[in-house]
């Protein structure tokens, strides 16, 4: 059967650890959706690591990595990736594999995602600029390259021919850019990418079911940022939800057995878009301080605030969440007071519910108050051990939610995880 691990929030909610945490548990990690704007935080021998499109069980030797065909794949990125991974005395090669339907990521990609992005003047999306969005494009609108093409004897053409595609959209864009010394590197890159196990994905993954196999789908991004059930327009440009495990890595939906939702203790955005309890204040400043709160990928600040319930809800119940991870919660550590947002106040009325515009509503946030701890729980090993104010506030989101905080996270490291009985 095959579990799930995604993100309940905007991203950012710390799934990198908890991949790596879950990975020995499984024979085989797989991404399904997303691109390099991904940035997967792991601690490996103390040291700092940060992922974009490699699986986060690329660190546990017997574990097989997969980067499946929902995901558009950067050469140049996954290049330098590998050189990390290398450093710490993996062989990538041994257990990394590509699905052949993948689809590339090409320099000119990334030419359109910024020169879409300053079109948009004041209404930018809070794009990362990795190209990501124009290559799922290329894939909707049945123009794009994938990993398999690079077998074929015809892929300079092809790549010129979707290049001079691109170049047109450039001029109508009235963006000059000279993608010339990008390309140097992007073609070194698809001769390294050749040296992997490029393999039919679907078949690849299925087999290894029917084999018994544990499979692990590792979401990227976040719930809210889904392009269907997110905070549209300023979504991702792939279905980060569960479905998203089906069509991204060839695998019948009554395969899915558990699905791992993670949430931050609170709550973060980078970049652009609705986000309905942050604390454009002392608050929020404090929040980002104490939780070191700067995109792993771009190192923006992130926006803080107070953990959504309402939001969390919805993401629950879109994904099927069986199981919740609270990650930093250490952050939390040091408040006085603590709110969570309980419901929407949007024209005079309240809801438990999302509305379907987020930006065209003025929302205001319903806030309940809990007592902070006021305590330090990184050394904490165990639930019975955590402060009575931090129970009462994980058994209320339990009660909110219906689905059972699971697992607490009380810092960055591997061992810094208590399970809750």
């Keep these: 059967m095959v579990d799930v691990i995604l993100g309940l929030q905007w991203g950012d909610e710390g799934k990198g650890k908890i991949v790596d945490y879950f990975a020995p548990r499984y024979d085989l990690i797989a991404r399904f959706q997303g691109g390099p704007n991904a940035g997967h935080t792991l601690y490996v021998k103390d040291q700092k690591v940060v992922l974009h499109q490699i699986p986060s069980g690329i660190f546990h030797e017997n574990t097989i990595n997969l980067i499946g065909n929902g995901v558009v794949l950067d050469p140049v990125i996954l290049k330098r990736e590998c050189e990390t ?55 909707t609108g049945r123009n794009g390259l994938r990993v398999g093409d690079l077998l074929d004897k015809n892929f300079t053409t092809q790549y010129i ?66 392009v269907d059930f997110g905070t549209f327009p300023f979504v991702t440009s792939s279905n980060t939800i569960s479905a998203g495990v089906c069509t991204g890595l060839g695998v019948a939906p009554q395969q ?45 600040p992130r926006r803080c605030g107070w953990i959504d319930l309402v939001a969390l809800r919805y993401a629950c119940m879109i994904n ?12 939390l550590d040091d ?71 699971s697992y607490i996270s009380n810092g960055p490291g591997r061992d810094q995880l208590i399970e809750k009985q």
């Design 320 to 331: 099927g969440v069986t199981k919740l991870v609270m990650t930093k919660a250490d952050v």
């Design 85 to 139: 991974v290398k450093s710490f005395g993996i062989d990538y090669r041994k257990n990394l594999y590509i699905a052949q339907r993948a689809h590339l990521i090409l320099p000119t990609h990334r030419a359109l995602d910024k020169a879409s992005e300053l079109s948009k003047g004041n209404e930018k999306i809070g794009s990362t600029l990795k190209g990501i969005g124009p290559a799922y494009m290329d894939k």
């Design 335 to 405: 408040f006085e007071t603590l709110k969570m947002c309980t419901k929407y106040r949007i024209a005079g009325k309240e809801t438990e519910e999302i509305p379907f515009q987020m930006l065209q509503q003025a929302i205001e946030p319903v806030l309940s108050s809990f007592q902070g701890w006021k305590k330090d729980i990184t050394t904490k090993k165990d639930f019975n051990s955590l402060p009575e104010e931090m129970k009462t506030y994980i058994s209320f989101i339990d009660s909110y939610l219906k689905v059972k905080v």
């Design 256 to 300: 899915i057995r558990e699905v791992i939702g993670v949430t931050k203790a609170y709550c973060t955005r980078v970049g652009s878009g609705p986000f309905p309890t942050e604390l454009a204040d002392e608050t929020g400043d404090l929040l980002r301080k104490a939780g070191s709160e700067y995109g792993a990928t771009t190192g923006r």
């Design 161 to 226: 021919r979707l290049r001079l595609k691109h170049q047109k959209l450039l001029d109508g864009l009235h963006f000059q850019e000279d993608v010339s010394e990008m390309e140097e590197e992007f073609f070194e890159a698809l001769e390294f990418l050749k040296q992997f196990k490029i393999v039919q994905g679907e078949y690849f993954i299925n087999e290894k079911l029917s084999q018994g196999k544990k499979v692990l789908a590792e979401g990227a991004q976040g719930s809210m940022l889904d």
